[in-house]
C-alpha cells in the first residue's frame, strides 16, 4: 500500500504563490504516476495536474501557465503561481497503481481578493 502526506497549504493574497508537497511511502514501486486535484466547496474534485513516471505532465487549462508540477523521486510538488481566489480548495495528492488510486488527506489553500 501507498501512503500520502500532502503539506503547504495555507492563506495567500491573490497574485501570490505558494508551493505543496505530497510525500509518498510504503509501496512507492507500484506508483506510475502522481497527480494533484482540487476541490472547492460545493464542487466536484477536480484533476489539476499529474506527473508520471518518465515526467510526462498535463494540466487543467485553468491552470497552465501558472501551475507546475515537480517529482522528485517519491514526493511531488506543486508550484503555484498567480493565485486567484477561484483557486481556493482543499487540494489533494494522488497516487496512481494498478487498482485504485491512494489519496491523501487533503491540504487547504485560500486566496484571499
Known amino acids: 500500500q501507498v501512503q500520502l502526506v500532502e503539506s503547504g497549504g495555507g492563506l495567500v493574497q491573490a497574485g501570490g504563490s505558494l508551493r505543496l508537497s505530497c510525500v509518498a511511502s510504503?509501496?512507492?514501486?507500484?506508483?506510475?504516476?502522481l497527480a494533484w486535484y482540487r476541490q472547492a466547496p460545493g464542487k466536484q474534485r477536480e484533476l489539476v495536474a499529474t506527473?508520471?513516471?518518465?515526467?510526462n505532465t498535463n494540466y487543467a487549462d485553468s491552470v497552465k501557465g501558472r501551475f507546475t508540477i515537480l517529482r522528485d523521486k517519491n514526493t511531488a510538488h506543486l508550484e503555484m503561481k498567480s493565485l486567484k481566489p477561484e483557486d481556493t480548495a482543499v487540494y489533494y495528492c494522488?497516487?496512481?497503481?494498478?487498482?485504485?488510486?491512494?489519496w491523501g488527506q487533503g491540504t487547504q489553500v485560500t486566496v484571499s481578493s
Open positions: 494522488a497516487a496512481f497503481v494498478v487498482g485504485n488510486p491512494t
Open positions: 506527473i508520471a513516471n518518465g515526467g
Open positions: 510504503g509501496s512507492v514501486f507500484s506508483i506510475y504516476a
